[in-house]
């Protein structure tokens, strides 16, 4: 599937579209769930999987993907 069909479908909250979104960055927001010290923070993580679901539902694709890249 299209990159940008996942998005459109996440955004119209198809369920399925959103966790296959949300299981592509999970590792990233794992690794960013570690404070200062090293430790594992699961309030971060859970924190960090809220504001992804704002994020999602906010995305502008039109402006992000819609623009030419420099170069390409």
């Known amino acids: 599937m299209i990159f940008e ?6 955004k119209s909250q198809e369920p399925e579209a959103v ?3 949300f299981e592509c960055y999970r590792p990233m927001m794992i690794s960013s769930s570690f404070d200062d010290a ?3 923070d699961p309030d971060l993580q859970q924190e960090l999987c809220h504001r992804f679901l704002i994020v999602l539902q906010k995305f502008d694709k ?3 993907l819609g623009e030419e890249i420099p170069g390409t």
């Open 5 to 10: 069909e996942l998005i459109d479908r996440a």
């Open 38 to 40: 090293g430790r594992y």
């Open 62 to 64: 039109e402006r992000v």
């Open 19 to 21: 966790l296959e979104l």
